[in-house]
Structures are given as structure tokens and as C-alpha cells.
């Protein structure tokens, strides 16, 4: 009596945006090794905006600085592909840390986006984890951009009253990290991480999403206040 297997999942497709031909090959190579199908590498916003046009992706990585002006192209790029196709998910893709744009693109799209450092690429695992969240829906805040809101320096903070612990749960959860994940990071365990998410919620005055985008918006709001 024979079985048969289910056939596998299909591999998740990604178009990539880069004008460093270097980088956007590297990453195009990196992304096939880790078992997605990259199906475009492109140089500029007006091609990536033409190919996920013609045959959309489930995620884009886009650059923030892309030609002719090497400004914001690709952050504008990211806004019309969530404008034009919401079901297409976004990961903007950074060389430095600049929290405005980063929040900018995370309450323009409230699900399927995400910020992350180019540096975050070397590290395989990490970027794939970032790309399949983003393409089942999920935010992604680069730990650069939440360490920078976390330590920004406030003349009366709320943050004061949270415990050292406390912090460490609040900064994982704004990466947009669920609360399994916060537990695997801290090494805690599923009871301590939900008795230490309300207590944070609660000191800051924060209402707790029914689900982890919201909860993501919710912190990210807070924080860059």
C-alpha cells in the first residue's frame, strides 16, 4: 500500500531593489541559497515598481536610497507598492539607522512590512526569518532602530519605571517579535513572558493589541513620543 507525501510548499517569491549591483547580486544569491525564488534584481524604483506590476511578488527589498537622487526613491517605491499591492509584503532594506523613515513605513502598512539594516543581510537566518514574516503579514522593526527609541534620552520618561527585565521584553517587542519568540530571545518561559508583557503595558499605559501587529504599533507609537 503506497502513501503519498504532500507536495511542498511552493518557495516563497522575492524581487530584489538595489542600485549596488554588488550588493543587490550578493543578496539576489544568498536569498536563492536560502530557498527563495528571487524572480527580479533590479537597479532603480521606476523597475521595480514595472515588474511587481506585471508579476507581484510576495515580498519586495527595496534599498531607501535608490537613483537618481540616492534620497528617499525606494522609501517612496515601498509606499506605492503598499498603495497598489497590499498583498505584496515590503522590507525596506537600510545602511544606517534612521528611525523616522522606519516608523514612516511601519504605520503606512500596518502589516507586511518591515525596516532592517543591511548589515542584519550576513546573517542568513536572520534575513530569512525577516522576509517570511513579512510575507505572512507580520511587522519587522530592525533591533537598531528600537535600541535607538528605547535609549533616546527624555527629560521625564514612562520607560523609567520599567524594571531592567522589563525593557529587554519591551525592545524584543517592538521588533515585532511575538510573545513565543521573546520567551526563545530572553530565555523565559511562555507564563513569565505574558506576566511580563502586561506589566508593561500596564506601566505605560498602553493598551495590549489583540494581535502582534497592533501591540508592534502600539509600543512604536509610545516610543517615539
Avoid: C, W
Avoid at 79 to 93: I, K, N, Q, S, W
Amino acid at each position: 500500500m503506497s502513501s503519498t507525501r504532500p507536495a511542498p510548499a511552493p518557495a516563497l517569491r522575492v524581487v530584489v531593489a538595489d542600485d549596488a549591483a554588488l550588493f543587490r547580486e550578493g543578496l539576489s544569491r544568498l536569498l536563492a541559497e536560502a530557498g527563495f525564488a528571487v524572480t527580479a534584481a533590479v537597479g532603480d524604483a521606476g523597475a521595480l515598481l514595472a515588474h511587481v506590476a506585471a508579476d507581484p511578488p510576495d515580498v519586495a527589498l527595496v534599498d531607501i536610497r535608490m537613483p537618481p537622487t540616492h534620497t528617499t526613491e525606494g522609501l517612496e517605491a515601498a509606499r506605492t507598492l503598499r498603495a497598489r499591492h497590499p498583498g505584496t509584503g515590503v522590507l525596506v532594506l537600510s545602511a544606517h539607522v534612521e528611525t523616522g523613515y522606519a516608523l514612516q513605513l511601519i504605520e503606512n502598512g500596518a502589516t507586511g512590512a518591515g525596516y532592517l539594516l543591511k548589515e542584519r543581510v550576513a546573517d542568513v537566518t536572520e534575513l530569512s526569518d525577516a522576509v517570511r514574516r513579512v510575507a505572512a503579514g507580520g511587522l519587522v522593526v530592525d533591533p537598531g532602530v528600537v535600541a535607538t527609541l528605547v535609549g533616546r534620552r527624555r527629560v521625564h520618561s514612562p520607560l523609567d519605571a520599567l524594571s531592567e527585565r522589563e525593557r529587554e521584553v519591551l525592545a524584543v517587542m517592538a521588533e515585532g517579535r511575538s510573545n513565543q519568540a521573546i520567551g526563545e530571545r530572553l530565555f523565559l518561559s511562555p507564563k513569565t513572558v505574558e506576566a511580563y508583557v502586561r506589566s508593561v503595558f500596564t506601566k505605560l499605559g498602553l493598551h495590549q493589541g489583540v494581535d502582534d501587529n497592533r501591540r508592534v504599533l502600539a509600543v512604536l507609537a509610545f516610543l517615539r513620543r
